[in-house]
């Protein structure tokens, strides 16, 4: 995709994941990815989602900034299309902007009456690229 497919792909309400890299584990055994589905808006132009202050993705992000988005949509192999996004996830605490993020994240799926309510407690990951990469296979037209 182009940068302008992709930001306008990345501009609906889709779901996307995160993928973030565990604590180390015992006996030299190599990290765990901790992978969750999430709903994202947008904070300064970046995508962003909000995640409480104590999950486990908060606390692999505070030990290692290391993290993906794939954003995709499609069943069959030719309506296959995404956006992968690896990169940093930056933390941000500041209640002022989980506030930004929530109205951003109300415009685009809706949020219950009582979600802003719960700020204090929640943080936003705003995630900044190192690489992205994108396919859709409905530009193949058949040709795979």
Request: include cysteine; charged fraction near 25%; charge should be negative.
């Amino acid at each position: 995709m182009t940068d302008q497919e992709i930001a306008d792909f990345l501009a609906e309400p889709h779901l996307c994941r995160i993928g973030t890299i565990g604590p180390k584990r015992p006996g030299g055994a190599p990290n765990t990815v901790h992978l969750v589905a999430m709903n994202y808006g947008f904070l300064d132009g970046l995508p962003a989602f909000w995640t409480y202050k104590k999950a486990q993705k908060t606390k692999n992000l505070e030990r290692d900034p290391s993290i993906s988005m794939l954003v995709d949509t499609g069943v069959l192999y030719p309506e296959l299309k995404g956006v992968s996004i690896q990169g940093r996830g930056e933390l941000i605490y500041d209640e002022d902007a989980v506030l930004a993020l929530a109205d951003s994240l109300a415009e685009r799926y809706g949020l219950p009456d009582d979600a802003r309510a719960s700020a204090p407690k929640r943080a936003v990951v705003r995630v900044i690229a190192d690489k992205t990469m994108s396919w859709d296979h409905a530009k193949l037209d058949g040709n795979y």
